[in-house]
T-cell receptor, first 112, second 108 residues
Framework: DGGITQSPKYLFRKEGQNVTLSCEQN?????MYWYRQDPGQGLRLIYY???????QKGDIAEGYSVSREKKESFPLTVTSAQKNPTAFYLC???????????FGNGTRLTVT | GIQVEQSPPDLILQEGANSTLRCNFS?????LQWFHQNPWGQLINLFY???GTKQNGRLSATTVATERYSLLYISSSQTTDSGVYFC??????????FGAGTRLFVKA
């Protein structure tokens, strides 16, 4: 089945460590996105990528980095510079700018 | 940038009741989607509706792009409708912005 796979579902890290969240899609979508959701809040855009080897900062990019070496993959690294990394992270993709956005099931990151 | 406002922020319904959720946006949009986030955090596509009206079972949505709003109607609500409903818009290009959501609780 086509879809967006985020792994792992739960992730625990110690403060000061970088951590990479995986997002893979087999929908042949061109654009991929990372959003952050804090408890009881909406979704905030971290980074997005329209094509391979290109990406743009969203509204809360500080402390995060991404790469887009393959069309299917858009990993997100949460660096030690991110002051409050504990959150629910959602990856999404779409075929083009005027097509529906589809989401993975998310990764819950806890940093202590 | 574009502002997306959803109302009401919270809604409690008795099972079987109807409701209307609203999404206002401050600029012209290329597309608009409604999502339902279930209690496990999954975001489910409900409607892709840049303009016009669509229906899917007990749910329907209407977007009036010229007046910069969209409405989501839930009829005969069920407990499984509980969760958070989000509106998301594009103004052009690929950047997609979400509203803060409407939190719905349906009582049995």
């Amino acid at each position: 089945d086509g879809g967006i796979t985020q792994s792992p579902k739960y992730l625990f890290r110690k403060e000061g460590q970088n951590v990479t969240l995986s997002c893979e899609q087999n929908l042949n979508h061109d654009a991929m996105y990372w959003y952050r959701q804090d408890p009881g809040q909406g979704l905030r855009l971290i980074y997005y990528s329209q094509i391979v080897n290109d990406f743009q900062k969203g509204d809360i990019a500080e402390g995060y980095s991404v790469s887009r070496e393959k069309k299917e993959s858009f990993p997100l690294t949460v660096t030690s510079a991110q002051k409050n990394p504990t959150a629910f992270y959602l990856c999404a993709s779409r075929k083009g700018g005027n097509s529906p956005l589809h989401f993975g099931n998310g990764t819950r990151l806890t940093v202590t | 940038g574009i502002q997306v406002e959803q109302s009401p922020p919270d809604l409690i319904l008795q099972e079987g009741a109807n409701s209307t959720l609203r999404c206002n946006f401050s600029d012209s949009v290329n597309n608009l989607q409604w999502f339902h986030q279930n209690p496990w955090g999954q975001l489910i596509n409900l409607f892709y509706i840049p303009s016009g009206t669509k229906q899917n079972g007990r749910l329907s949505a209407t977007t009036v792009a010229t007046e910069r709003y969209s409405l989501l109607y839930i009829s005969s609500s069920q407990t499984t409708d509980s969760g958070v409903y989000f509106c998301a818009v594009n103004t052009g290009g690929f950047k997609t912005i979400f509203g803060a959501g409407t939190r719905l609780f349906v009582k049995a």
